[in-house]
């Protein structure tokens, strides 16, 4: 489309897959196009191209600003000034570099994103090499919808119990690391904080 400003992209296993990332919901909602990129090389190739035509290759992944109006920006940046100290709580007791108020969720409650140079994308294709890579990993955010029942579910959760917040928090993170195509640490300890948080 001639309003689209940038070329979307987004990398994943399959293009089935990549359309149901919740970052495309927004995408998709404005009628732009999108590149489904299934090659384990495609982040890297997008980081070197950067762009074609004269439009920039973006990821869907990336602060898309351009995809909210500037009143939902707004609110997006007071809602994570009013609740900085449940990101806070959320972000040490998770074990991530942030948690953040997403931008870019239309419906679902939360997803991974990641900060710097290595993208979730290429953590998953360093540990397909053999050998031990753990210095090759992306620094993860976890992103929350502000417009979702679970984050006021936290919201509730951190003014009358601390430990039941860091629970959910948890059970949430481990949502976005499935949704994101991201092995979880223990699934026995989500099935269990699934059951006891239900």
């Known amino acids: 489309p001639e309003d689209q400003k940038h070329i979307y992209y987004a990398c994943g296993e ?15 909602a404005k009628g732009y196009d999108m590149l489904c990129l299934t090659d384990e090389v495609d982040e890297f190739l997008m980081n070197v191209l950067r762009e074609e035509n004269g439009k920039d290759f973006c990821s869907i992944n990336a602060d898309n600003a351009d995809l909210i109006d500037e009143d939902k920006e707004k609110h997006i940046e007071e809602t994570a000034k009013e ?30 994103s990641s900060k710097g140079g ?30 979702h029942k679970a984050f006021y579910m936290l919201l509730d959760t951190w003014q009358l119990d601390k430990d039941r917040c860091a629970k959910l928090g948890k059970l949430l993170y481990d949502q976005a690391l499935l949704i994101a195509d991201m092995p979880i640490e ?11 948080l239900l």
């Open 186 to 196: 223990n699934p026995s300890e989500y099935t269990d904080l699934f059951w006891e």
């Open 14 to 28: 399959s293009v089935n897959k990549i359309n149901t990332l919740p970052q495309a919901e927004l995408v998709r």
């Open 83 to 112: 609740n900085q100290d449940l990101l806070t709580f959320m972000k040490e007791t998770i074990g991530v570099e942030e948690v953040v108020i997403s931008k870019k969720l239309k419906t679902h409650p939360v997803c991974l």
């Open 118 to 147: 290595i993208t979730l994308e290429m953590e998953k294709y360093f540990a397909t090499i053999p050998g031990d890579h753990p210095e090759i990993k992306a620094q993860r955010v976890l992103e929350i919808n502000p417009a």
